[in-house]
């Protein structure tokens, strides 16, 4: 069964803008991490947050996770065209379960 | 960083042939491993979670006979399809746990396998 779900399923911005992305979960965690896959190819990871921790930067990437809520949100600064892919959440302990996924389109 | 890597990365396979995939980790020693499932434009879907020594463990649906996982070393475990058919054909990605990094995990890079 499925852990993490994000909302929205698909975003399209321009260059430049910021893009915000959630991610809801079910059960308790150890941490979140946030994933990028562009089409066709392997997972990238991005950030990992603890379950401990309520932010976390870096680079242009800024994650929020609200245990309370059992949410989390990823916030891409300043998009760029490269910043196109799809964005997965998925928590740990050890079996990760993935969302659905965000589809974020950047144009240039 | 940690690094896992997957062979092959495709594979193309007649129906009712065995396929069998790699996984490897590199530069740690992996005790429990990850296969995973994505279907095109979805989720990854976990399969089986390998531990070394052990049996895997299967998710609900999958599979133990077709998708035979062995995870024979601390670095490999393998996927085998077996009797593969079309309805396989799918992208499959493993990943690994490095200890000491609080359960995040490693990917692969996948594997495409296509069955005519």
């Known amino acids: 069964s499925q852990q993490g779900e994000e909302d929205p399923q698909a975003l399209s911005i321009q260059e430049g803008e910021n893009a915000t992305m959630n991610c809801s979960y079910k059960?308790?965690?150890?941490?979140l991490q946030w994933y990028r896959q562009n089409s066709g190819r392997g997972l990238v990871h991005l950030i990992l947050i603890r379950s401990n921790e309520r932010e976390k930067h870096s680079g242009r990437l800024r994650v929020t996770l609200d245990t309370s809520k059992k949410s989390s949100s990823l916030l891409i600064t300043a998009s760029r065209a490269a910043d196109t892919a799809s964005y997965f959440c998925?928590?740990?302990?050890?079996?990760?379960?993935f969302g659905a996924g965000t589809r974020l389109t950047v144009k240039p | 960083g940690a690094v896992v890597s997957q062979h092959p990365s495709w594979v193309i396979c007649k129906s009712g042939t065995s396929v069998k995939i790699e996984c490897r980790s590199l530069d740690f020693q992996a005790t429990t491993m990850f296969w995973y499932r994505q279907f095109p434009k979805q989720s990854l879907m976990l399969m089986a979670t390998s531990n070394e020594g052990s049996k895997a463990t299967y998710e609900q649906g999958v599979e133990k006979d077709k998708f035979l996982i062995n995870h024979a070393s601390l670095t490999l475990s393998t996927l085998t399809v077996t009797s593969a058919h079309p309805e396989d054909s799918s992208f499959y990605i493993c990943?690994?746990?490095?200890?000491?990094?609080?359960?995040?995990?490693?990917f692969g890079p996948g594997t495409r396998l296509t069955v005519l």
């Open positions: 059960t308790s965690i150890n941490n």
């Open positions: 990943s690994a746990i490095s200890p000491g990094t609080s359960d995040e995990q490693f």
């Open positions: 998925a928590t740990a302990p050890n079996d990760m379960r």
